[in-house]
């Protein structure tokens, strides 16, 4: 049998729009989605499914149940069965038991529960019940303008400052020391026991059904020795990166709202509370995570983000809801005045100011990002050249390929770039991301199926993705010459090394070196010569620092091959030249002076030639996928496909092409 907690676990995780939307087509309808039922005939759709309850219910025939009993009923599968196919679809590990084993492990859990809840009635006690929880705990709190009401509907505590103060009444109460050293709630060392919790006030941290599951505890005494605050390890019953403080009381007024603030702080959820603003969550101080993201989007599509005034902190923060939008979330920041936080915040202006102050300065995330790190570059191009590479990858994350050309069109205009270059940067990192998951899923394939194989190109008749590359890009040795007399529709490696060598430190746009262009036009896309691609790495380095090296920088560098490279490339610049009109359709009097009009064109030709090789790759992954009839993959495949060929075609348009194929 599978273990109670792994259970929970699978359930937690599954989304159960997510695994519906395997067998069936959903539609969209408010909060939740609505098909025509798969159990029984019917031509109205009565069929629905609550991402936020996470179950789905015919008005028809009556099914119902959570995402493992639509695939038991939907399959024909047993329950075990069901798990193990909702885990799978999850990457969770399935580790399986005897019946002895589950019931020892069914009944550890509910002990550990059990504890929690002693622990945290122990807490109770101290800070109502003792001169010292009264005198230093429960001042405290009210000094934070927390009413009793308040205190107690989070369970707020105290541990008492003393070294066996839980341990001495647990064992009164008949728990073993041992559960709770699994809880973390008491240590042992050199043979001596003491409590973990020990004179300070304590946050009750809860999970979704509401029980008690870790505590946070926060020094009151000024001691530089000690952290401020220390927290319950993970367990059994608690898995930090799946918890939000707060939401077992948030959920209903998230649903309610359609939106969920998140805040840092523990006092910050609990003083919003109070004043009645009930649908916000704490991620207590950490970066969110995958599983805390999909918690909220159970009940939301919708996040707003507080940040206290500091703007450094606001920064650093930023570069953590990025993941957000990758889950499909609508993301909005509220930046507070400076020094406050919402705690502060709440208590000085009340709810109604709260909520103007909401409505007033709440900005959408990337609009926010935007303006926040275009103000600090002021002219400088290579900061400015920074800050738009940091927005496209933002925009990239953007899953709705609607939302994101939106974003897109509003962001051409605060970066002041052309909508096509945020366009194709963004569809260039988006089919990276792609071609780099589906690499490492199939290493990750080939490592459980068998050991590596070494073959080369004469032992196969396949053509390889290296095959394809050094066909496309000529490896050391081509010259420019070479490269136009046997390739004459394609762009050398050696063309686009030799341009950025001789024109790097010049300006394409007001405050954009051609250098900073390049790279980053082509960073996703690999040189597979290794002396160009350390001369490339160099110019990347050199760029963060803020510095444009030109050629005499590689002439006269050090390093051998890297200098015999410069020269060799450099040396052969103008009889390019020559050629262009016949290779590109490009005529132009003097090359030096036309150099703008080369390193675009031959930037967009060098992107499009790279775009034609993925087509062609996707394309054999759709017939794989067809042969193992594995629809999810030819489902992600048409899309890629569709990503791939709006990119080309604005690239083809752009260069005024014809594509025939």
């Not at 529960?113 to 009210?142: M, P």
């Not at 109604?352 to 600090?376: M, N, Q, R, V």
């Not at 050696?494 to 250098?515: N, W």
Request: glycine fraction near 4%; include cysteine; charge should be neutral.
């Amino acid at each position: 049998m599978i273990p109670e907690h792994l259970v929970a676990n699978i359930i937690d995780m599954a989304q159960i729009e997510e695994v519906v939307s395997d067998f069936i087509t959903l539609k969209k309808r408010g909060a939740n989605y609505i098909a025509n039922c798969p159990f029984h005939n019917e031509k109205t759709p009565s069929f629905s499914v609550s991402p936020s309850k996470g179950i789905y219910k015919c008005f028809g025939c009556g099914k119902a149940g959570n995402s493992v009993g639509f695939v038991m009923e939907h399959e024909s599968m047993s329950y075990p069965e069901a798990l193990r196919y909702v885990a799978n679809k999850y990457n969770i590990e399935v580790e399986e038991i005897n019946n002895e084993q589950g019931k020892e492990q069914r009944q550890e859990r509910d002990s550990l529960f059990i504890v929690n809840q002693f622990a945290q009635k122990h807490f109770d006690n101290n800070l109502f019940n003792t001169d010292e929880g009264r005198s230093i705990g429960l001042s405290y709190f009210k000094e934070r303008g927390f009413r009793e009401e308040t205190i107690r509907k989070f369970e707020l505590g105290y541990s008492m400052d003393s070294f066996d103060a839980l341990i001495n009444d647990a064992k009164a109460k008949g728990y073993k020391f041992e559960l709770l050293q699994k809880l973390g709630l008491a240590k042992e060392k050199d043979g001596r026991t003491y409590d973990f919790f020990r004179g300070r006030v304590q946050f009750t941290i809860h999970n979704l059904s509401g029980k008690v599951v870790a505590f946070a505890g926060r020094i009151l005494k000024t001691n530089k020795k000690a952290p401020k605050y220390v927290n319950s390890p993970e367990t059994e019953v608690y898995f930090k990166s799946k918890v939000l403080y707060g939401m077992n009381f948030a959920k209903k007024s998230i649903r309610e709202n359609d939106e969920c603030y998140l805040v840092e702080g523990y006092t910050d959820v609990i003083s919003l509370h109070q004043a009645g603003i009930e649908n916000v969550v704490a991620s207590s101080g950490t970066s969110l995570t995958e599983d805390q993201i999909r918690l909220v989007k159970r009940y939301t599509p919708n996040i707003t983000f507080l940040f206290d005034g500091d703007a450094a902190g606001v920064k650093a923060a930023l570069r953590g809801v990025d993941m957000v939008l990758e889950q499909g979330l609508n993301v909005k920041i509220v930046q507070l005045p400076p020094d406050q936080d919402p705690d502060s915040f709440i208590q000085a202006k009340g709810r109604t100011g709260f909520e103007e102050y909401i409505k007033e300065t709440g900005k959408d995330f990337i609009f926010f990002k935007t303006s926040l790190l275009l103000a600090d570059v002021a002219n400088d191009p290579i900061k400015r050249s920074g800050v738009i590479k940091d927005i496209i990858q933002t925009l990239a994350k953007i899953p709705d390929p609607i939302k994101r050309s939106l974003y897109v069109r509003e962001c051409s205009k605060l970066l002041e770039v052309k909508e096509e270059i945020i366009i194709n940067e963004t569809n260039r990192l988006k089919w990276s991301k792609i071609k780099k998951e589906q690499q490492d899923y199939e290493r990750a394939q080939l490592r459980q199926e068998r050991p590596p194989k070494t073959t080369t190109s004469a032992t196969t008749n396949t053509t390889t993705t290296k095959d394809v590359f050094s066909e496309n890009f000529p490896i050391d040795g081509t010259s420019p010459e070479d490269a136009i007399k046997t390739k004459t529709n394609t762009v050398s490696e050696s063309e686009l090394m030799r341009v950025l060598l001789e024109y790097g430190d010049k300006e394409i746009e007001i405050g954009l070196p051609v250098a900073a262009y390049i790279v980053n036009e082509i960073e996703e896309i690999p040189f597979t010569n290794k002396n160009y691609k350390e001369i490339y790495d160099i110019f990347y380095k050199q760029l963060e620092k803020g510095r444009v090296p030109n050629s005499d920088y590689f002439v006269s560098h050090t390093n051998k091959t890297i200098n015999n490279t410069a020269i060799q490339l450099i040396a052969v610049a103008y009889q390019v030249s020559s050629n262009w009109a016949k290779m590109h359709e490009i005529y132009i009097n003097e090359m030096v002076q036309q150099f703008k009009l080369e390193v675009t064109e031959l930037v967009q030709r060098y992107q499009l030639q790279y775009v034609k090789k993925m087509i062609l790759e996707n394309q054999e992954q759709m017939k794989k996928a067809q042969v193992e009839k594995n629809v999810e993959a030819q489902m992600e495949c048409l899309e890629n496909a569709q990503m791939l060929l709006d990119w080309r075609m604005k690239l083809a348009k752009t260069l005024k092409m014809d594509i025939l194929h």
